[in-house]
């Protein structure tokens, strides 16, 4: 069973697997802090200075130790932005990705070799010429 698990855990994919995960995690984070210190603020001051952070509709007042029951709106505004800003980070990767496939794809191929029968043929030319006449 090790040897099974190894022979998977060590195959190609799952290493890229692996390091994509943890690259995306970690540029989830830059997004959110693009998109909560840099992008939301000029947004909330255009709206009159609002932070969409701590905007939520409140259902049920806070009493006592139970907390308040609310709606928190700004954390899904700011999501959606987040959320946007990574697709369109990913749309523009695969737009790459596609744009150098389709250049491979349309070089032109190396012309085919020759065929058996002609290889064989040539070399039974070449044999004939190195044949003294008679």
């Given at each position: 069973?090790?040897?099974?698990f190894?022979?998977?855990?060590?195959?190609?994919?799952?290493?890229?697997?692996?390091?994509g995960?943890i690259i995306?995690?970690?540029f989830?984070?830059?997004?959110?802090?693009?998109v909560?210190d840099?992008v939301m603020?000029?947004?909330?001051?255009?709206?009159g200075?609002?932070?969409?952070?701590?905007?939520s509709?409140?259902?049920?007042?806070?009493?006592?130790?139970a907390?308040?029951?609310?709606i928190?709106?700004?954390?899904?505004?700011?999501?959606?932005v987040?959320?946007?800003?990574?697709?369109?980070?990913?749309f523009?990767?695969?737009?790459?990705?596609?744009?150098m496939?389709?250049?491979?794809?349309?070089?032109?191929?190396?012309?085919?070799g020759?065929?058996?029968?002609?290889?064989?043929?040539?070399?039974?030319?070449?044999?004939?010429?190195?044949?003294?006449?008679a």
């Amino acid at each position: 069973m090790w040897s099974e698990f190894k022979t998977f855990a060590m195959r190609g994919n799952v290493i890229d697997l692996a390091v994509g995960v943890i690259i995306g995690g970690a540029f989830g984070k830059i997004v959110s802090s693009f998109v909560n210190d840099v992008v939301m603020p000029p947004i909330g001051l255009l709206t009159g200075g609002v932070d969409f952070a701590d905007q939520s509709l409140v259902l049920q007042a806070a009493v006592g130790d139970a907390p308040a029951v609310a709606i928190k709106y700004g954390s899904f505004i700011n999501a959606i932005v987040d959320f946007v800003i990574v697709a369109f980070v990913i749309f523009l990767a695969v737009r790459g990705m596609n744009r150098m496939m389709r250049k491979e794809a349309e070089k032109p191929a190396p012309p085919p070799g020759p065929t058996p029968d002609q290889a064989l043929l040539a070399e039974i030319r070449d044999l004939l010429k190195t044949r003294p006449m008679a």
